[in-house]
């Protein structure tokens, strides 16, 4: 069973920083990608970064390259997305997912395994 938590959500000014974090109870063999998505109200869904936990793979949404870093620490089984130079336009829920695959993407389809989502709301 994979449970996924996410926290560090918040209300800032364009040009700030926030770190996401989220906490994973994931089974003890095998290793996952372990991404981050947003989604703004009537948007889509859009992967903003991904990190494979056995090393290797990473991902990121070109909007958030240079800006967004996603990760982990595997043996607190946490993973953390770093937000700097935040954008209003980078308002909204923002969600951890899992996937037992080795070549993390920012298809949501991949995913199999969900948080309930932290809101991050950038101000102008």
């Known amino acids: 069973q994979v449970h996924l938590e996410e926290s560090g959500g918040g209300s800032v000014q364009a040009g700030g920083s926030l770190r996401l974090s989220c906490a994973a109870s994931l089974d003890t063999y095998g290793h996952y990608c372990m991404a981050w998505f947003r989604q703004a109200p009537g948007k889509e869904r859009e992967g903003v970064a991904a990190i494979y936990t056995g090393g290797g793979s990473t991902y990121y949404a070109d909007s958030v390259k240079g800006r967004f870093t996603a990760s982990q620490n595997n043996a607190k089984n946490m993973l953390y997305l770093q937000m700097n130079s935040l954008k209003p336009e980078d308002t909204a829920m923002y969600y951890c997912?899992?996937?037992?695959?080795?070549?993390?993407?920012?298809?949501?389809?991949?995913?199999?395994?969900w948080g309930q989502g932290t809101q991050v709301t950038v101000s102008s």
């Open positions: 997912a899992a996937a037992l695959h080795s070549v993390c993407t920012g298809d949501y389809s991949l995913y199999s395994y």
